[in-house]
């Protein structure tokens, strides 16, 4: 049973066999327990046992009814009904002969409960898994609520969606929970990790979900496909634009797979814009997707049926504008040959961005940068990319340009281009791959307009793939929620965003929250510094999860990245930073 600020009516039910039962009786259960809302709500517990192993209920609260025989032998179901919970959480353990099963329900009130933000797909059984990492970036403990809504393709169409859920960082569970919403209850500056689990049967569940909080917590998703262990880790998206923008690249045999979801409980029609990479617009008048309150779709943008053929083999950009009076997510996934790597694609929000920092780039040794660059402004904007060392001086990579022609190439320490309104802008640095190491570094772009994008990292040797959005926050605090267990190490870098030489604090907690290490990190004027986590600086992070964080010095900016490397897996994905 899971610690709760508010109190937990700890009444237990027991299912257990007779007291005469035999040796040769065994007893299981279909799953480790479920959730309810505050609502309450109809569930069952399906029972195996042999033929002719009793077994009984005994021990109701009041606040769970049966709605079937207390008794049965053998295989059978137990149904009940859980009643409308106008108080705070509570909890119940069940047993059968050892076997634990949990009922717990979402408090009536929450004070202080807010909505924090959401994620545009999930994607659970027949392969998928998707892991939610929640972090408090508080002093003070918060409940989180999650919540999950499907898609009208799943079985149970539109609206809650049941998952089968795991904790990784509690106890080992016999089986696990099913919820479609949940509360838990997270101390100061800890991490909660919430895996979808279960029989990896068909059909695929997909939808969105929903992040509420009683204090400041932040998060992510890491969407893992068990066949080609690929993974690709999705930002909580906690921002509220006016449109979302998705840069696609159909050419050479690259997909883009795109969700929608929309937070609202009104029903939305969402209105899309497809543009070239030229800014051109490419989609009909009048181009809109609907969807139902708190629904979700999902599909291939160039698909002939379900997406926008018209994008087939182009570059460019979809906007989705959200409508008035409600608020949408939006996110892609890049599919990349020869082995269907996979990638997020972050949403660039019309949002007033205007340039930013990336905190790494790789070129040579098999690595290769790209960077995308949107105007997602209605006129022209002047853009200055510019790349340095890790001592902050003037970097000279190799460029090229995939969009002029067969790709112009040069040398140089920065690009200075004008961007058409709605255009696209690719640049690609990939040094030759005999270089006996990496060229590494960081990058700043300026412009007078609105412009963001992102940065692919990309390893040419087998084309695995990781992409980071460009820094445009300037918080007071980034922190990365690692995972250093098994055979997953982190990458970390950091880089400066000023004129002058910044000192910057560093605290790195295990997953409790308990501080296990200070640092101080020093940066020269724009310098950059990368590492690996737990080998490389801050051995106490060997073999565990937890989090680390970087303090904005005073006066300055910084960027902060990860990098997740799942080393039996041959795969690499990036871990965006949390604003504090």
């Not at 408090?136 to 049941?162: C, E, V």
């Not at 689990?197 to 997909?206: E, I, K, M, R, T």
């Not at 008035?324 to 990638?343: E, H, K, M, Q, Y």
Request: with cysteine; glycine share 12%; proline share 6%.
């Amino acid at each position: 049973m899971h610690v709760r600020q508010y109190a937990l009516f700890a009444l237990a039910i027991v299912i257990c066999g007779g007291v005469t039962a035999s040796a040769q009786c065994s007893y299981g259960l279909n799953a480790g327990g479920q959730a309810f809302t505050p609502a309450g709500g109809n569930g069952s517990i399906a029972i195996t046992a042999p033929q002719g192993c009793a077994w009984n209920v005994t021990g109701i609260p009041g606040w769970v009814t049966l709605t079937s025989s207390a008794t049965g032998s053998g295989n059978g179901t137990v149904t009940y009904l859980v009643a409308v919970n106008a108080g705070g959480d509570r909890s119940s353990a069940i047993a059968l002969a050892g076997v634990s099963f949990t009922l717990e329900q979402e408090a009536g009130t929450l004070p202080g409960l807010a909505f924090i933000g959401s994620l545009a797909h999930l994607a659970a059984a027949e392969n998928w898994t998707t892991a939610f990492t929640i972090v408090n970036k508080d002093t003070i403990s918060a409940i989180a609520r999650l919540s999950f809504s499907g898609d009208a393709i799943d079985p149970s169409g539109n609206g809650a969606l049941t998952l089968p859920l795991a904790f990784p960082l509690q106890p080992a569970a016999a089986s696990p929970m099913l919820a479609a919403s949940l509360d838990r209850t997270v101390t100061p500056n800890a991490t909660l990790i919430v895996d979808t689990a279960g029989a990896q049967v068909s059909p695929v569940l997909v939808g969105s979900a929903q992040l509420m909080a009683t204090g400041s917590v932040d998060g992510l998703a890491i969407f893992h496909q068990i066949a080609t262990k690929q993974e690709a880790v999705v930002p909580l998206e906690t921002r509220s634009a006016r449109s979302y923008l998705l840069a696609f690249d159909n050419t050479g045999g690259l997909t883009l797979g795109v969700a929608v979801a929309n937070i609202s409980a009104q029903t939305a029609s969402i209105p899309v814009i497809i543009r070239s990479d030229d800014g051109t617009v490419i989609s009909a008048p009048g181009t809109a997707i609907s969807l139902a309150g708190n629904g979700h779709t999902s599909f291939g943008l160039a698909d002939p049926v379900l997406g926008f053929p018209v994008t087939a083999d182009r570059r460019g950009t979809i906007e989705f504008d959200t409508p008035a009076g409600g608020r949408i997510s939006v996110l892609g996934l890049r599919f990349t040959p020869p082995n269907n790597a996979l990638t997020t694609i972050p949403a660039i929000a019309n949002v007033g961005t205007n340039g930013g920092a990336i905190a790494h780039l790789a070129t040579g040794n098999g690595w290769q940068t790209t960077f995308v660059l949107v105007n997602v402004g209605a006129i022209a904007a002047q853009v200055n990319l510019n790349f340095f060392d890790d001592n902050g001086s003037p970097l000279s990579l190799p460029l090229s340009f995939p969009q002029s022609g067969g790709g112009s190439a040069t040398v140089a320490p920065t690009v200075n281009r004008l961007i058409p309104a709605g255009a696209t802008l690719i640049v690609e640095s990939a040094a030759p791959q005999s270089d006996p190491a990496p060229t590494v570094g960081s990058a700043q772009l300026a412009t007078n307009g609105n412009v963001g994008g992102f940065v692919i990292f990309r390893y040419n040797l087998d084309g695995q793939e990781a992409v980071v959005p460009i820094e445009n926050r300037n918080a007071n605090a980034y922190i990365l929620a690692f995972d250093n267990t098994g055979d997953i190490s982190t990458g970390v870098a950091i880089n400066s965003v000023a004129t002058q030489v910044v000192n910057v604090p560093v605290t790195v907690r295990d997953a409790t929250g308990a501080r296990i290490a200070t640092d101080t990190i020093t940066l020269a004027p724009n310098g950059h510094l990368s590492f690996t986590l737990g080998s490389g600086k801050y051995p106490a992070t060997a073999g565990i999860r937890g989090t680390i964080e970087f303090d904005t010095p005073a006066n300055a900016q910084i960027g902060v990245l990860g990098i997740r490397i799942p080393a039996a897996a041959h795969t690499f994905t990036t871990l965006p930073a949390l604003a504090k």
